[in-house]
Nanobody, 114 residues
């Protein structure tokens, strides 16, 4: 499984961005998909997860602002980020957990600054 994340960039506080993760491989439909982020000088933290059955979970810090979903394109997972705050600045990583194996994409940088 290979994951390709995109969509990061510079946005002002209060703005929005949508991250996309495109996955290769036939086992994608069985995966638990997740977005993590790592801010400078901090540990990587879980942002949002989505099971193959559609169950969603979010970190408290992003609840009500971020939405994880499957994209229209096959094997794509999205992270819609609204009402962005400077503390959301981080490198965001896409993750797939498939039958106990964890796969990571390269990160995409999100910078929230005026």
């Amino acid at each position: 499984v290979q994951l390709q994340a995109s969509g990061g960039g510079l946005v002002q506080p209060g703005g929005s961005l949508r991250l996309s993760c495109e996955a290769s491989g036939s086992a994608f439909s069985m995966a638990v998909m997740a977005w993590y982020r790592q801010a400078p000088g901090k540990q990587r933290e879980l942002v949002a997860t989505m099971t193959s059955g559609g169950s969603l979970n979010y970190a408290n810090s992003v609840k009500g602002r971020f939405t994880i979903s499957r994209g229209n394109a096959k094997n794509t997972v999205l992270l819609q980020m609204n009402s962005l705050k400077p503390e959301d600045t981080a490198v965001y990583y896409c993750n797939a957990l498939i039958m106990g194996l964890s796969y990571w994409g390269q990160g995409t940088l999100v910078t929230v600054s005026s």
